[in-house]
């Protein structure tokens, strides 16, 4: 592997409803749909497990990621029962179905890979704040496009803004579609760095909501 990295100059949480109404773009578009989110459980282990393994890097065939995006890592159940003591997971319900979640987890948890190199460039960027790993985040392909994961990131950064100053979280470049999505949640980028021939980007996001460019 090589690497080279450059920057730019358990505690209880009551749940939280976020409820919006949005269009419903399918057959009926003048109906409304409920969206809510929530602390994730681990009752939802195996649908995130499963929506996570659809969406990795691997499982996405290359013609279609500039289309759909794709998150990157492996992801079990051991994994996900980690992150339970750290900032967050949400999921996001449309009319009562699981829509789409956002993982979170402590930067002191890692130190290697992307994950540890983004916590580097962010230290380096910004030294006195302090801040978290924000991602994976996914969304159902038939959900996507109705505010599910402005809900998913509004909620984690709201509840995470009595602990935490920021979010961190990297993206491939290559990945046009997140790289796209998240410019338009407001995240900025604080530093790039390579893995293996492939530049990642560093973003990063105050917390105590969503703010949109």
């Known amino acids: 592997m090589t690497v080279t990295l450059a920057s730019a100059s358990t505690r209880w949480r009551a749940p939280v409803s976020a409820r919006l109404r949005i269009a419903r773009t399918g057959r009926n578009p003048m109906s409304d749909l409920q969206l809510s989110t929530r602390p994730a459980t681990e009752d939802d282990f195996g649908w995130m497990l499963d929506l996570l393994e659809r969406n990795q890097r691997v499982n996405v065939p290359e013609g279609e990621r500039s289309k759909t995006g794709f998150i990157q890592g492996s992801w079990t159940e051991e994994r996900l029962q980690e992150r339970t003591d750290g900032p967050g997971m949400w999921v996001a319900e449309v009319d009562g179905e699981r829509a789409g979640v956002v993982l979170s987890s402590d930067a002191a948890a890692h130190s290697d890979g ?38 998913l990131v ?25 790289m796209s999505v998240h410019e338009r949640l407001g995240f900025r980028e604080v530093g790039t760095f390579e893995v293996d021939g492939r530049e990642y980007v560093t973003f990063a996001h105050p917390t105590g909501g969503l703010r949109t460019a």
């Open 114 to 151: 992307p994950p540890g190199l983004t916590v580097a460039t962010a230290r380096e960027a910004m030294p006195d704040a302090r801040f978290f790993l924000y991602g994976p985040a996914v969304v159902e392909a038939d959900q996507r496009g109705r505010g599910v994961l402005s809900a």
């Open 154 to 178: 509004d909620a984690l950064f709201t509840d995470a803004a009595e602990n935490y100053d920021e979010a961190v979280a990297f993206v491939e470049r290559s990945n046009s579609v997140s």
